[in-house]
T-cell receptor, first 114, second 119 residues
Framework: SAVISQKPSRDICQRGTSLTIQCQVD?????MFWYRQQPGQSLTLIAT?????????ESGFVIDKFPISRPNLTFSTLTVSNMSPEDSSIYLC???????????FGAGTRLSVL | AQKITQTQPGMFVQEKEAVTLDCTYD???????LFWYKQPSSGEMIFLIY??????QNATEGRYSLNFQKARKSANLVISASQLGDSAMYFC????????????????FGTGTLLAVQP
């Protein structure tokens, strides 16, 4: 298993601004993912954060809006850029190790955009 | 394309009784994994139980068991002896491929079932 620390746990932001969310894992993991959960909805994968290379984005998500960094095997950031009220969601970091069957999630960041 | 279906938007259960949350899936990959996660109102996603497509026996984890019926493509979660703390949203999820190191490993989630445990 893995202990995942995600910061901030919640934030209220003004439209047009950007927020960077951090995800720190207590052990090296092969794969890190960022998910979005819009109010009352299920989880949708934004991108897979690749160590040392550009993230792999899912259809409907672009790097300019959701830039992701992953400088090492235990840390990743997701930035939500030029925010609008439609970006109000829970953003969750998830990790999986080599050969792991299970993906573990951080506690999430609850973002409200005014 | 892979798909997860949870047909129960909400469920009620009396404390100490058992409850079954339904999940059906669709995939053309013979190798896949099925998951159940619990999401309390706090928003965190808590892993409950995992079933691999090649596992011969149904998975169990404490009060949680997974009723895996491969031919019917169903993976229902059974919670025994419900507790008030079980009240939460429950998500069924699937990943195609097992133990992949370089594949997508992404999870596809169902729409969830909101479980309310009544005293």
């Amino acid at each position: 298993s893995a202990v995942i620390s995600q910061k901030p746990s919640r934030d209220i932001c003004q439209r047009g601004t950007s927020l960077t969310i951090q995800c720190q894992v207590d052990s090296q993991v092969t794969m890190m993912f960022w998910y979005r959960q819009q109010p009352g909805q299920s989880l949708t994968l934004i991108a897979t954060a690749n160590q040392g290379s550009e993230a792999t984005y899912e259809s409907g998500f672009v790097i300019d809006k959701f830039p992701i960094s992953r400088p090492n095997l235990t840390f990743s950031t997701l930035t939500v850029s030029n925010m609008s009220p439609e970006d109000s969601s829970i953003y969750l970091c998830s990790v999986a190790g080599q050969g792991w069957n299970i993906q573990y999630f951080g506690a999430g960041t609850r973002l409200s955009v005014l | 394309a892979q798909k997860i279906t949870q047909t129960q938007p909400g469920m009620f259960v009396q404390e100490k009784e058992a409850v079954t949350l339904d999940c059906t899936y669709d995939t053309s990959d013979p190798s896949y994994g099925l998951f159940w996660y619990k999401q309390p109102s706090s928003g965190e996603m808590i892993f409950l139980i995992y079933q691999g497509s090649y596992d011969q026996q149904n998975a169990t984890e404490g009060r949680y068991s997974l009723n895996f019926q491969k031919a019917r493509k169903s993976a229902n979660l059974v919670i025994s002896a419900s507790q008030l703390g079980d009240s939460a949203m429950y998500f069924c999820a699937m990943r195609e491929g097992v133990n992949y190191g370089g594949a997508t490993n992404k999870l596809i989630f169902g729409t969830g079932t909101l479980l309310a445990v009544q005293p």
